[in-house]
């Protein structure tokens, strides 16, 4: 199954949960065929589900995913370019005249090209911190941008949109990390505008530096102070109290020694103080966006519906042969003898019964035996419960406690029955089912028994 190795995209993601939410049913030839091929294949639970997913949104309607990529890329293509003129009109804007020479203020040049960016980059983070984990959003400059991108994107409904933006339960969002890169590509262009400026500015008019303020405190050996701390970014050493003394008389002759110290230190400090940050942050967004797309999960309760629905048998649950060693957990005190379900889990769930432990009368040696059947058993616990009497709270101190003694990757299976060996209420079921996919488990599952 060459298609089951296949890395999700964004473009994919945007389709498959405006699919999710427009028409999330499932064509018999289309679940005939992939079920067909999940039984010839030989993927993990996990990927199973991946793979099965990008085959059903073959037969799905798309186009969404393409115009959001596509409004992303030219959005980022045009934030680089305005703030790349921003960042030449910001250097024009700091050359002033002094004696009928142009001139440009030292401090107030690294206050608005360095200092600036940093105090913005600053309450950004900070912002985004409170954002997303106060207030669940992605902060008022990316949902501003997000609601630019979702009007040129075309017609994605409020819950679609909302789930790509904000992710799902747990999942963190690819498209938010695309937004971020967006914002990235700004910063590089303004960064990129400063330099070509700068340079554009020395290039072709003759300017004077200059350092002196009416303030005290920005004099001369402040200034020393503040050159060689940036310098120390890169193993430099800034510019020495000669230098600084010199530049109050340069008149922007490049053979100058100190005019020199300058130009050096100046162009190095835009780049590793201005533009690596920003390429950085750039490239952690594309990591980012990169794992949450290599992660995908599909744990949220309309993609496990969807599975079933595609599945129909519980794939996700059901072992390929016959298999020994599941472990029975008594949940509702339903004191049933194995004898009673054995035919069941036989023909459905392909799983052999042995022992039937019960919750909440194990004595110490016999709640260390079920631990330890746990974790020798091929096919993990079945939880056997009645349909009524759903504890949530109960229900998931037991699973928390299952997986704490018996792993992670023991496999979980919710059996819900009636009234004794019987059917459970289509009610009572759904409402079991609704719980199980809330917790976001992939390797639990609910089944009703049957007759």
């Known amino acids: 199954m060459a298609g089951g190795k296949k890395k999700w995209s964004l473009e994919e993601l945007v389709d498959f949960e405006v699919a999710v939410q427009q028409s999330p049913s499932v064509e018999t030839e289309v679940g005939r065929r992939i079920r067909d091929e999940l039984r010839a294949g030989d993927l993990s639970a996990r990927r199973e589900r991946r793979w099965g997913f990008q085959e059903w949104l073959r037969s799905k309607k798309r186009g969404s995913g393409a115009k959001v990529v596509g409004v992303t890329r030219l959005g980022g293509v045009a934030l680089l370019v305005i703030t790349f003129f921003l960042g030449v009109g910001v250097i024009r804007g700091l050359v002033t005249e002094v004696d009928g020479q142009g001139a440009m203020n030292i401090w107030v040049m690294l206050a608005a090209t360095i200092g600036i960016q940093w105090v913005i980059l600053g309450v950004g983070l900070i912002a985004f911190g409170l954002a997303r984990y106060w207030i669940g959003g992605l902060g008022w400059l990316k949902e501003t941008i997000a609601a630019v991108v979702r009007r040129l994107a075309g017609k994605v409904s409020p819950d679609a949109w909302r789930s790509l933006v904000r992710g799902k339960g747990r999942q963190p969002s690819a498209l938010a990390w695309r937004l971020t890169r967006m914002l990235q590509l700004g910063g590089v262009g303004f960064n990129l505008g400063l330099i070509v400026g700068l340079f554009g500015v020395l290039w072709f008019t003759e300017i004077a530096f200059y350092w002196e303020s009416s303030l005290s405190q920005f004099g001369g050996e402040s200034l020393g102070e503040v050159t060689r701390f940036l310098a120390g970014a890169w193993g430099g050493s800034g510019l020495t109290d000669a230098n600084i003394l010199g530049l109050k008389d340069v008149s922007g002759e490049t053979g ?196």
């Not at 490239?283 to 290599?294: D, F, P, Q, S, T």
């Not at 990757?409 to 199980?436: N, S, Y």
């Not at 609910?446 to 007759?451: E, I, Y």
């Open 256 to 451: 100058d020694e100190n005019w020199t110290a300058f130009f050096n230190f100046i162009f190095v400090a835009l780049v590793m103080w201005g533009l690596l940050p920003r390429v950085l942050l750039w490239g952690v967004a594309v990591w980012k966006e990169r794992g949450v797309l290599a992660g995908l999960e599909f744990q949220d309760q309309e993609h496990r519906k969807l599975w079933r629905e595609i599945s129909r048998v519980e794939r996700a649950v059901t072992m390929e042969g016959m298999k020994d060693g599941v472990v029975l957990l008594d949940v509702g005190g339903l004191e049933l003898e194995v004898a009673e379900i054995r035919p069941f889990l036989l023909q459905n769930l392909r799983v052999n019964p042995e022992k039937v432990y019960s919750v909440g009368v194990l004595d110490a040696s016999e709640e260390r035996e079920a631990w330890e059947a746990m974790r020798a058993a091929p096919c993990g616990v079945v939880l056997l419960v009645e349909g009524w009497s759903l504890s949530p709270k109960q229900m998931v101190a037991l699973i928390e406690r299952i997986r704490r003694e018996a792993g992670d990757e023991t496999i979980l299976r919710v059996l819900v029955m009636g009234d004794g060996v019987a059917e459970p209420d289509e009610a009572d079921f759904t409402t079991w089912q609704e719980f199980i996919d809330g917790l976001r488990d992939a390797r639990l599952e609910c089944v009703a028994f049957k007759d």
